[in-house]
Every structure is written in C-alpha cells, then in structure tokens.
C-alpha cells in the first residue's frame, strides 16, 4: 500500500465555538492562587503503584545509539540490537542519541508549538473539535464530556499519515510538522527494524506485519503552564500509549516520570535526543514479551513546560495479533485477541484513560 500526503485544509471559516476553559488562559488570569477543585486529582483507587506519590527517583533510562543500526561493522549493529532488546526488557523507555534529525527542526518544531499555543484563544477554538477523532483537536484536559477531574493540560493532536492533516495557523506550522513528522518517522520505522531484529524476526518483519508504509501517525503536542497549587492537580495521569513507539522531545522543564519497576522514575530531558516508548502495539504484537509502560506528566508552580509526542501505530485497518512466531500454545499461549488498530483507537478515545485498562479487555 502506498503511503500518500495529501492535504486537507482545516475550516477556516468555523462556526462560532464556546470557550473551553483552557488551562494555559486560567493560569495566566492575574489573580490565580488556587485552583478550582474540579483540577483536585487523587488516585487512591491506584495506590497499588504508588500512583500518589509525586517525588520520583532519579535512574539512568537506557541509551541508544541510533547511528550504531547503520553501521557496516556486523558487530555493532549486533550490540545495539541487544541494547534496544534490554531497554525494551527492562524499561519500555530509552533516549535515542545520533538519530539523525536535524537538532534545527526539532527546535523549529518545539517553536512551532508554542507559537500554536500563544494564538489567542478564538484562533485556538478554530480547532476544538469535540468529536475525540476529529483529525484535528485542540482541547484542554483528555476529553471533558467524561472526565470527572481535569488535568492541567492544554493540547493539540494532528493526524499527519498515512494522510497529512494541514492547520491553517500559525503561518510554517504545516510545512515545519510536514517534515519533522517524515523524519520521526523514518526514524521509528529504523528501530522497529531493530526492535523486530531483537525478538528474533527477520528485520523487516513488523515494518511488512504491520503495513508501515501507511502507518498511522499522529502528532501531540501538550502544554502545562505553571500551577499555584502543583502538589494537587496533574498534567496528564498514567498511561500507556496505543501504537506501537512514541518519540517525545520537550522544552528544558521537566515534570514527566515514568514507571519503572512500581517506581516512578523522573525524565530529565537532554538536547538533541528523542525519549522513545514501547506502546500497547508492540505489547500486542510482541505477546507480552516488551510491555507498554505507564507514564504522567506532572505540573510545577514556576514555568511552562511544553513536549512533543509523534505517535506511530500499525496501519488503521490492520487486525493485529501476537506474532505466530512468538506464540507456543503449549508454552506460550497468544495472550491478546486481535482488533484492527482503528477499533483500539474509537474504544481508547472516546472513554475516559485508566492506566492499560484496554489492553487487559483485550487479554486471552
Ligand atoms: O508531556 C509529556 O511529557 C507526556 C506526553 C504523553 O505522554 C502523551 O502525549 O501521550
Ligand atoms: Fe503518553
């Protein structure tokens, strides 16, 4: 199947729509020292995974070393190889160094978003779709109609492949996500060629499995400005991400923490590196062997802290299953029932996020 881009113009000229109640417009109101108590987050039905606690732990999240799949020298390729096998064993995360990007585009892009941020409210609105699949979204929160807390959290979603949704405003924002989005993809496709290399398929076996050719791929960009009472909201609770690998870049402030081993371990963002995760997919895929692992974004009283995830995932109408080579029935039975990517996403989206709760619905 051919990967096409095509563009498809947002409405420039929208129906008047209602103000949301961002997030970023309510910090900034001047006399801001508390918040309003729909923003109260608790997770006391979570505990078991020490949900509650902010303070994270400082690890080292596994590095790897992108230019290293490239190299003729067979040795080193094998090492990488058995590099992503351990960070994927291990974390689920990992820092892609020398991947290749342009460290002037992942600026441009980062740039990009906040300027997307900066537009006036009413300019914003031209994008608050309702619809959670709207193939352009701005909104506030994960979805207001159902969330019963709010999280402290505005945000954007382009779908960019297999087709290119294009925004209107501000001016360069689709020509600057139209390329970054390219090389972040191209940049996924290489390390699934790794990643299926490391479960002991041929290597391109998930990039044919899974149709990446029009895998879907999707842009979010979330904004978290500074919260007089950080301690009791949160900017994003834990989750897992449905495709198949994430890559995230961000501005210097930190607030992201992911959960490793029952431990919520803090991200300290580096220059010029992609925070990459295995998602539900490649859990899906892999029968369980690379986990999809929790994540939250939590919120600070001081600055605002802006990331950039570019999701990748099968390809829409892709039934997927653990992979036959993966699956024993004696030993290691399938532990998945297969769903077309699609029918993942409508379940996901349009109910309030429990940390992985779609994915145990979909458990043999
Ligand atoms: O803001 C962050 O660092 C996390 C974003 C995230 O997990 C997501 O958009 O799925
Ligand atoms: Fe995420």
């Known amino acids: 199947m051919g990967a096409t881009t095509t563009e498809a113009h947002v409405e420039t000229e929208a129906p008047f729509r209602s103000k949301i109640g961002c997030v970023k417009e309510l910090a900034e109101s001047s006399d801001l020292t508390t918040i309003p108590s729909k923003y109260y987050y608790s997770s006391t039905s979570t505990t078991a995974l020490n949900l509650n606690q902010q303070h994270g732990f400082d690890e080292q999240i596994p590095i790897i070393d992108f230019s290293l799949l490239n190299s003729n020298i067979p040795n080193q390729r094998a090492k990488v190889i058995q590099d992503l096998a351990k960070a994927c064993l291990d974390w689920g995360f990992f820092m892609v160094i020398n991947h290749g990007v342009p460290e002037s585009l992942m600026e441009r892009m980062l740039g990009m978003c906040t300027h997307f941020f900066n537009q006036t409210e009413d300019d914003k609105?031209?994008?608050?779709?309702?619809?959670?699949?709207?193939?352009?979204?701005?909104?506030?929160?994960?979805?207001?109609?159902?969330?019963?807390?709010?999280?402290?959290?505005?945000?954007?979603?382009?779908?960019?492949?297999?087709?290119?949704?294009?925004l209107p405003k501000p001016a360069g924002f689709s020509e600057i996500s139209l390329e970054y989005t390219k090389r972040t993809r191209q940049v996924a496709r290489e390390l699934l060629k790794g990643?299926?290399?490391?479960?002991?398929?041929?290597?391109?076996?998930?990039?044919?499995?899974?149709e990446l050719e029009s895998c879907y791929q999707v842009l979010?960009?979330?904004?978290?400005?500074?919260?007089?009472?950080?301690e009791l909201a949160m900017g994003l609770p834990p989750h897992s991400d449905h495709?198949?690998?994430?890559?995230?870049?961000?501005?210097?402030?930190?607030?992201?923490?992911?959960n490793h081993n029952g431990k919520w371990v803090n991200v300290h963002p580096l220059p010029n590196?992609?925070?990459?995760?295995?998602?539900?997919?490649?859990?899906?895929l892999s029968n369980g062997r690379y986990k999809s692992v929790l994540h939250r974004a939590l919120v600070n009283d001081?600055?605002?802290?802006?990331?950039?995830?570019?999701?990748?995932?099968?390809?829409?109408?892709?039934?997927?299953t653990p992979v036959t080579e993966l699956v024993d029935s004696a030993n290691n039975p399938a532990l998945y029932h297969g769903m077309t990517y699609k029918e993942y996403m409508e379940a996901l989206l349009s109910n309030h996020i429990h940390p992985k709760s779609l994915l145990d619905r979909i458990r043999v």
């Open 125 to 166: 609105l031209q994008c608050a779709e309702v619809d959670v699949l709207a193939p352009i979204r701005f909104g506030t929160s994960f979805n207001p109609s159902v969330d019963k807390v709010f999280f402290w959290r505005d945000f954007l979603r382009v779908r960019v492949h297999p087709q290119f949704h294009s």
């Open 195 to 210: 990643i299926s290399e490391s479960l002991g398929l041929e290597e391109c076996y998930i990039d044919k499995a899974m």
């Open 220 to 230: 979010i960009t979330n904004l978290y400005p500074p919260c007089p009472q950080p």
């Open 243 to 258: 495709g198949l690998l994430t890559l995230l870049i961000q501005n210097e402030i930190g607030g992201l923490q992911v």
């Open 273 to 284: 590196t992609y925070l990459v995760n295995t998602a539900d997919h490649l859990e899906i």
């Open 302 to 320: 001081k600055a605002t802290r802006l990331s950039l995830a570019v999701t990748h995932g099968p390809c829409m109408d892709k039934v997927v």
